[in-house]
T-cell receptor, first 109, second 112 residues
């Protein structure tokens, strides 16, 4: 069964303290892995799509990487405005999208 | 500003009733998908439409159904509402090129 597991469930960091969020996946025919940011009461906001192992993408303080079994979202020198829930999702060969439960990130000023 | 608009934003229904949720996507976004998100959980895939045809479905019973229209709008219909159907329902659209989806802000459905 296709599955996405994110860790940790929650993470508190001091402003400027870099860290990484993990997304482990099992999927039948990966067509893409997505990272989203979700603020309370809002819909997810698209960050990145990764298609194959070894691929990396960056946007401001965020960098996403992909291997055959997991993806990491690296956050460099985070700011309080980076506080949100970060969601990882995969699309399988049947165009079905499976989300993880997310990592709640809180950046302390 | 998101290009996907959902209505209503909040809704309260009684168990056993039927509900229709609406979504207006960006022009040119031929793919639309619907999700159910319970509190503290990730979104669960309900189904997806491409050019008005369903082309993917998650593990939801047939009482969850949908429609996509030529004007890039879509509907999610839920019959015989149950208490566990209380959740945030999200609509997302894409041009279908494999890139990420644009989500709306959702409809918060409460079943009492």
């Amino acid at each position: 069964e296709d599955q996405v597991t994110q860790s940790p469930e929650a993470l508190r960091l001091q402003e400027g303290e870099s860290s990484s969020l993990n997304c482990s996946y099992t999927v039948s025919g990966l067509r893409g892995l997505f990272w989203y940011r979700q603020d309370p009461g809002k819909g997810p906001e698209f960050l990145f799509t990764l298609y194959s192992a070894g691929e990396e993408k960056e946007k401001e303080r965020l960098k996403a990487t992909l291997t055959k079994k997991e993806s990491f979202l690296h956050i460099t020198a985070p700011k309080p405005e980076d506080s949100a829930t970060y969601l990882c999702a995969v699309m399988n060969r049947d165009d079905k999208i499976i989300f993880g439960k997310g990592t709640r990130l809180h950046i302390l000023p | 500003e998101t290009g996907v608009t959902q209505s209503p934003t909040h809704l309260i229904k009684t168990r056993g009733q039927q509900v229709t949720l609406r979504c207006s996507s960006q022009s040119g976004h031929n793919t639309v998908s619907w999700y159910q998100q319970a509190l503290g959980q990730g979104p669960q895939f309900i189904f997806q439409y491409y050019r008005e045809e369903e082309n993917g479905r998650g593990n939801f019973p047939p009482r969850f159904s949908g429609l996509q229209f030529p004007n890039y709008s879509s509907e999610l219909n839920v019959n015989a509402l149950e208490l566990d159907d209380s959740a945030l329902y999200l609509c997302a659209s894409s041009v279908g090129d494999g890139e990420g989806y644009t989500f709306g802000s959702g409809t918060r459905l409460t079943v009492v």
